[in-house]
């Protein structure tokens, strides 16, 4: 649910969105497939795009109950690879999504790369500024060992950095991983390539 509801909105608004489900105890793939997709969107209103993120949701919702019986075991159990290409099929999940959904959702070794993650590293010279999706996951996933809490823990402190730090307006002075900025990586630091 929060995969898909924090397209293009704050994680705030999508943690009121989704309290206001559980409060009504429908946070339950039975429950909001129950649901018309007009009430849906009600629902989700706070987490804005609502029109459009109802059916995202009831498209990603009719996947898991067609594909895996509306159990997210399932996603746990299928072959990674096949698993990720179907996801992507499903209107409405791209890379980022579908990867979010993979990792936190069903624990594989999947990394997230968001805005956070490609500025944080870009500005840090560990990879180019331009690089895509795809290659900047695949990189990460290669440099680092296959561990979903391990990618789950990296993918939380690059998000960290960024929305603290590594913003638009980036405030270097203050932060931690300031020490590479002004010139070569330490030796004990070579960039991903």
């Known amino acids: 649910m929060g995969a898909i509801l ?51 949701l009831r498209a990603f919702l009719a996947f898991l109950r067609a594909r895996f019986g509306g159990r997210f075991g399932g996603l746990r159990r299928a072959p990674l690879g096949e698993l990720r290409t179907t996801l992507l099929s ?17 624990g594989r070794p999947v990394f997230v790369v968001d805005a956070y993650t490609r500025r944080v590293l870009a500005r840090h010279r560990l990879v180019p500024p331009a690089i895509g999706y795809e290659a900047l996951r695949g990189l990460l996933e290669r440099h ?12 939380a402190l690059l998000v960290a ?25 330490p030796r004990s630091l070579s960039p991903l390539r």
């Open 90 to 106: 499903v209107s409405g999940i791209g890379p980022e999504t579908a990867d979010a959904i993979l990792l936190y959702a069903g």
């Open 6 to 56: 924090t397209q293009n909105t704050a994680w705030p608004n999508v943690e009121r969105t989704l309290k206001r489900l559980r409060a009504r105890k429908l946070l339950t793939v039975r429950g909001l497939l129950a649901l018309r997709e007009g009430e849906l969107a009600r629902l989700i209103r706070p987490a804005g795009t609502y029109r459009v993120k109802a059916r995202r």
């Open 144 to 155: 680092l060992p296959r561990d979903p809490a391990l990618f789950n823990e990296y993918h």
């Open 161 to 185: 950095v960024g929305k603290r730090y590594c913003r638009s307006r980036p405030l270097c002075e203050a932060c931690p991983l300031r020490f590479d900025l002004k010139g070569r990586p």
